[in-house]
């Protein structure tokens, strides 16, 4: 199956082929040449909207029907959420889910119940089949060898827990739909992979495969692809392009409550005053980047992390910001770009990864200072205020 690069690279070659043969034309025929040149501009737009159109809505329906295939030849699905699951991580299992039950299979997904994006979840959309969710310990005892595994906004084990990567040692088929641009440990060479960097948010990605496969979503349901996307977009005000806003139309037509979500992404008191005080401490690294840190370990550490790191982003003249945290002891940096540093290209030298306007990376051996230290370097030598990195 070629990848959506793919058909975009051949798309283009098409085009310079196209070019190529009415220059060609034109040459030997300079008296036609108005003529064939009128003509050449409307083939080459008339190819473009079907290179556009085959790319977008074609390139999805045929991955969602690879999908649904792999779906109706299981016994039963199971798709896991990441570690620490944010709302983009569920949002995009509870699509998952939808999609499987559309084809007559069972689904699960397995999730931390503990964490503060499923409580909200559960509280805020009150239809919500809690019977749907289940943690890792339940679903590795219950999963065969015919259940598909499909891992949600994740494409490497190093984002799942022990219980997780132990599941995919059980099963024969297994599938991804991520938009992080990492290396895929997961999927094996009979299984489903779907990942597109370009997408806002997997959530994006999965409406996208719903819509083509008319797939029909509970309010419940769109409202939780809606709160993917509007957290992985920062309220639409990063990496949002005309597919994201058509994802976000989309889920409003099906039934999404846009008060309900906004509710459900509230944040605490405890969050707001965490944040607050990040935000509060940044530093200037260079004129355009913002760097702070957080030595409090609590348990949404990592989200208060992310959401400061949003808010110093959009300062003013700031291209890129930095929160660096503590998990367990360990250092943690949450970066976002606004798409001067690829921050993907960046974190991937020290081991991290996401996309290029959000990533991040853990430092094993590292304590605050050192992992300061080796981020200040890597932005001092690829960072150039001319270019993006």
């Not at 490497?156 to 099963?171: G, P």
């Not at 999404?256 to 969050?271: G, Q, R, S, T, Y």
Request: negative net charge.
């Amino acid at each position: 199956m070629k990848s959506i690069k793919d058909m975009r690279l051949s798309g283009k070659l098409f085009l310079l082929f196209l070019l190529a043969l009415i220059t060609v034309l034109i040459i030997l025929s300079p008296y036609t040449a108005l003529f064939l040149a009128s003509a050449a501009l409307a083939g080459i737009l008339c190819t473009a909207l079907m290179l556009r159109f085959f790319v977008g809505k074609a390139s999805f329906k045929a991955m969602a029907d690879k999908l649904t295939q792999l779906m109706k030849k299981s016994k039963n699905v199971y798709i896991i959420c990441h570690k620490r699951p944010d709302f983009d991580s569920i949002g995009a299992a509870v699509g998952l889910c939808a999609m499987a039950e559309t084809v007559g299979r069972q689904c699960r997904i397995v999730v931390d119940k503990q964490s503060k994006a499923f409580l909200r979840l559960c509280r805020d959309f009150e239809n919500t089949d809690e019977e749907l969710f289940v943690s890792s310990k339940e679903a590795y005892e219950a999963v065969s060898a015919d259940t598909l595994l499909i891992v949600s906004d994740a494409c490497s084990t190093k984002m799942l827990d022990s219980y997780s990567v132990d599941m995919l040692e059980k099963v024969k088929k297994t599938a991804i739909v991520d938009h992080h641009a990492a290396e895929n440990n997961i999927v094996r060479e009979n299984g489903f992979s779907f990942s597109d960097a370009s997408a806002s948010s997997t959530s994006e990605l999965v409406t996208m495969l719903a819509e083509s496969k008319n797939t029909a979503l509970t309010a419940e349901e769109a409202g939780a692809l809606l709160a993917g996307i509007i957290i992985d977009t920062n309220h639409f005000s990063i990496n949002t392009g005309k597919r994201t806003m058509h994802c976000a139309q989309y889920l409003l037509e099906k039934g999404a409550d846009m008060n309900k979500v906004d509710i459900c992404l509230k944040p605490d008191e405890e969050l707001v005053k965490l944040k607050a005080g990040i935000v509060e401490t940044a530093w200037h690294l260079k004129p355009d980047i913002l760097v702070s840190q957080c030595d409090i370990q609590c348990r949404d550490i990592y989200v208060a992390a992310a959401q400061a790191a949003n808010e110093l982003l959009n300062s003013d003249g700031i291209e890129a910001a930095f929160v660096f945290y503590i998990v367990n002891d360990r250092v943690f940096v949450s970066g976002r770009s606004s798409g001067k540093i690829d921050m993907n290209g960046l974190l991937s030298k020290i081991g991290g990864g996401g996309h290029a306007a959000m990533a991040g990376a853990e430092f094993k051996t590292m304590n605050m200072d050192e992992a300061k230290a080796a981020v200040a370097k890597l932005i001092n030598e690829n960072y150039r205020e001319e270019k993006p990195i």
